[in-house]
């Protein structure tokens, strides 16, 4: 179990970033990590970005997957505390839609494509209300606000660039 200090150092390092910036800033940061995730999947071939190192673990394609879930899920958690509204259970966990085959990468890019615009739009919405008091826990950085969410959106996305570098850098990886 985490400490409030674990806690507070997790927040120092991954949100800290966003203290300072203007709205145009924290927009431009969210809109930019998701156009460089979807760069490094788009670079990949359909072979390359359904590639495992293991079983076990993802792919490219589906790390996409996942933060293009992660994403909506996220993003309805922003625009919930930003109207001053709670979270409840039923917010959580859509089902991956990634099947595994090349034929899904294609959708995969597609919806990743679609999050610079759509991170926009929900920035634009939550600074209408721009509620501060509600929270809603994040399990490695405590209680966050909508601000704080929106910005762990990009940070979700860059740390997922570096999965997808990882797989690249593996041997066995299609060339």
């Known amino acids: 179990m985490a400490t409030e200090a674990d806690i507070a150092e997790r927040r120092t390092r991954l949100l800290g970033p966003m203290n300072g910036w203007d709205d145009e800033g924290l927009k431009r940061e969210v809109r930019e990590a998701f156009s460089r995730l979807g760069s490094a999947l788009e670079s990949l071939s359909g072979e390359q970005a359904?590639?495992?190192?293991?079983?076990?673990?993802?792919?490219?394609?589906?790390?996409?997957?996942h933060v293009v879930l992660g994403?909506?899920?996220?993003?309805?958690?922003?625009?919930?505390?930003?109207?001053?509204?709670?979270?409840?259970d039923a917010d959580w966990d859509p089902p991956?839609?990634?099947?595994?085959?090349?034929?899904?990468?294609?959708?995969?890019?597609?919806?990743?494509?679609?999050?610079?615009?759509?991170t926009d739009r929900l920035f634009e919405e939550g600074v209408k209300t721009d509620s501060l008091d509600e929270t809603a826990n994040n399990s490695l950085l405590g209680?966050?606000?909508?601000?704080?969410?929106?910005y762990f959106l990009g940070v979700h996305a860059t740390d997922h660039i570096g999965q997808i570098e990882k797989l690249r850098s593996m041997q066995g990886f299609p060339r």
């Open 71 to 88: 994403t909506g899920v996220m993003g309805n958690i922003t625009a919930l505390l930003a109207k001053g509204q709670a979270v409840t």
């Open 50 to 65: 359904t590639w495992k190192a293991e079983e076990a673990e993802w792919s490219a394609a589906q790390v996409g997957d």
């Open 96 to 118: 991956p839609q990634f099947r595994g085959d090349a034929a899904d990468v294609g959708d995969v890019k597609k919806r990743l494509g679609d999050l610079p615009a759509f």
């Open 143 to 150: 209680d966050m606000n909508w601000r704080e969410w929106f």
